[in-house]
């Protein structure tokens, strides 16, 4: 598992992940559509996001750039520390990874 770090308000560095299965090989993503999902800390909420996938889809690489509105819109993202998994679809068949655990987003308040 993977820890992330950012500051309120933030938009860069964007969240650039390598999925990989159990056995540490990439998953072949050619026609998947990616999800990056964030489950609020102390919550029920989980945010929704579309993930981008970078370079060769054998290479299972997927990336999200922060945009100004996941902090201000009505599922904003909050300081804390949330955890993070991505769902990846292809055709009818849906595999989250990491396939055991999440990976961690953490994030700091900005000094006033």
Request: overall charge negative; proline content about 5%.
């Amino acid at each position: 598992m993977s820890t992330f770090y950012l500051k309120t308000g933030d938009t860069r560095p964007a969240l650039e992940v390598t999925l990989a299965d159990p056995s540490g090989s990439p998953p072949n993503l050619t026609g998947a559509a990616v999800k990056l999902r964030i489950k609020i800390d102390n919550t029920n909420r989980v945010v929704t996001r579309t993930m981008t996938i970078m370079g060769a889809p054998t290479a299972g690489v997927v990336s999200y750039v922060w945009l100004g509105t996941d902090w201000t819109s009505s599922d904003a993202l909050i300081a804390g520390n949330h955890s993070m998994e991505y769902e990846v679809t292809i055709g009818t068949g849906v595999t989250t990874y990491p396939n055991y655990g999440y990976d961690t987003l953490i994030i700091t308040k900005e000094l006033a």
